[in-house]
């Protein structure tokens, strides 16, 4: 199974503020396979980032996500006040598909 | 544009099964796609439960669920269903149903349900 670390843990910021969150990907992965998700309190997580780097559809280009092998990033250029989430990474190379822990970035 | 909506008991008692539908409208689930399942607990996170192919053949599932899981389609409902038998208290969780491609994974969503093992 592959295991997903996702760091920080938490990301305090303010509205406007860049935010870099983190996957690390216990084996290698083709970045073909690799998603990113954003929840909100008491709703399914929301698809943002699918291919490692493919916005899905809807969603604002501040969003970007980058990376290879086990190393994957999701950028939030400058944080809109409805940014405020958990984030999660996703891997749906290999199964079991595997989700991360989540990244907190809530306002400073 | 395709909506996903989960339904079934709140409530299960230990050792017995969780029965679980999810009802599609603007899409046909024999049209293509797959369709899964998946978990989100406290002390696990979100967890890959299984998906099933559009024909309803040859459902795929996580090693962790595979003795105790099995997911079907009923293409003339537009449902598919998920069914988890011996459940206990660590199978206490918000289900979500869910469409996947293979190009960007679980890119529709059904609103949750929550399903509490306890007697």
């Known amino acids: 199974e592959i295991v997903l670390t996702q760091s920080p843990g938490t990301l305090s910021l303010s509205p406007g503020e860049r935010a870099t969150l983190s996957c690390r990907a216990s084996q290698s992965l083709s970045s073909t396979y690799l998603a990113w998700y954003q929840q909100k309190f008491g709703q399914a997580p929301r698809l943002l980032i699918y291919g490692t780097s493919s916005r899905a559809t809807g969603v604002p280009d501040r969003f970007s996500g980058s990376g290879s092998g086990t190393d994957f990033t999701l950028t939030i250029s400058r944080l809109e006040p409805e940014d405020f989430a958990v984030y999660y990474c996703h891997q749906y190379g290999r199964s079991p598909f595997t989700f991360g822990p989540g990244t907190r970035v809530d306002i400073k | ?119």
């Open chain 2, 1 to 119: 544009q395709v909506q996903l909506q989960e339904s079934g008991p709140g409530l299960v008692k230990p050792s017995e099964t969780l029965s679980l539908t999810c009802a599609v409208s603007g899409y046909s689930i024999s049209s293509g796609f797959h369709w899964g399942w998946i978990r989100q607990s406290p002390g696990k996170g979100l967890e890959w439960i299984g998906n099933m192919y559009h024909t309803g053949s040859s459902p795929y599932y996580n090693p962790s669920f595979e003795s105790r899981v099995t997911i079907s389609g009923h293409t003339s409902k537009n449902q598919f269903s998920l069914k988890l038998t011996s459940v206990t208290a660590a199978d206490t969780a918000v289900y979500y149903c869910a469409r996947w491609g293979s190009g960007w994974s679980f890119e529709s969503w059904g609103q949750g349900t929550l399903v509490t093992v306890s007697s």
